[in-house]
């Protein structure tokens, strides 16, 4: 069965404090790997696809990378605004199509 | 463009009323996804449509919950009756197309059944 498994599950980071977010997933076939981040009382809003181990992308603050088992969505320097809920999803083989299966989240909280 | 609309935004009902949800895909977008939002469950997919033909409803719960694409602007998920346990926040979000990933998500509608 497809899994998705993030952590920790809050976070909590002083401004300029970097810091990583762990996506452990377990998928036959994996056909993308996701990152959304999501504020309170909004959908999420993509960040980032990665589709192979070894793929890195970056977006001002943020950095995803992913190997076979798991991926990090690293934060450098963060500042305020950067507190969100991150969510991870995968898209794979047994899920087949479109399907994707979202992680809960980790919630973090940047202080000024 | 204005993104992808959801309406209404809040819905208070009690148990056993039909609730209908409403959305407005990103225009020329070709997937439309809807998904439930809850504390214990986090983010599940219910079904996703494909050139308005739905092409996997594994997701939905039971047979009190439906969904339905007329056209390319609009959709509806429809859920009778309505019990306590369906109360979350349902997600619509439109995707391009076949070779783009990302999907664009409306606000949700929270809904909650007393």
């Known amino acids: 069965e497809d899994q998705v498994t993030q952590s920790p599950e809050a976070l909590r980071l002083q401004e300029g404090e970097s810091s990583s977010l762990n996506c452990s997933y377990t998928?036959?076939?994996?056909?993308?790997l996701f990152w959304y981040r999501q504020d309170p009382g909004k959908g999420p809003e993509f960040l980032f696809t990665l589709y192979s181990a070894g793929e890195e992308k970056e977006k001002e603050r943020l950095k995803a990378t992913l190997t076979k088992k798991e991926s990090f969505l690293h934060i450098t320097a963060p500042k305020p605004e950067d507190s969100a809920t991150y969510l991870c999803?995968?898209?794979?083989?047994?899920?087949?199509?479109?399907?994707?299966?979202f992680g809960a989240g980790t919630r973090l909280f940047v202080k000024a | 463009d204005a993104g992808v609309i959801q309406s209404p935004r809040h819905e208070v009902t009690e148990m056993g009323q039909e609730v209908t949800l409403r959305c407005k895909p990103i225009s020329g977008h070709d997937y439309l996804f809807w998904y439930r939002q809850t504390m214990m469950r986090g983010l599940e997919l219910l079904i996703y449509f494909n050139n308005n033909v739905p092409i996997d409803d594994s997701g939905m719960p039971e047979d009190r919950f439906s969904a339905k694409m007329p056209n390319a602007s609009f959709s509806t998920l429809k859920i009778q009756p309505s019990e306590p346990r369906d109360s979350a926040v349902y997600f619509c979000?439109?995707?391009?197309?076949?070779?783009?990933?990302?999907?664009?998500f409306g606000p949700g509608t929270r809904l909650t059944v007393l």
């Open positions: 998928v036959s076939g994996l056909r993308g």
């Open positions: 979000a439109s995707r391009p197309g076949l070779l783009n990933n990302e999907q664009f």
């Open positions: 999803a995968v898209q794979g083989g047994d899920t087949g199509g479109f399907k994707t299966i």
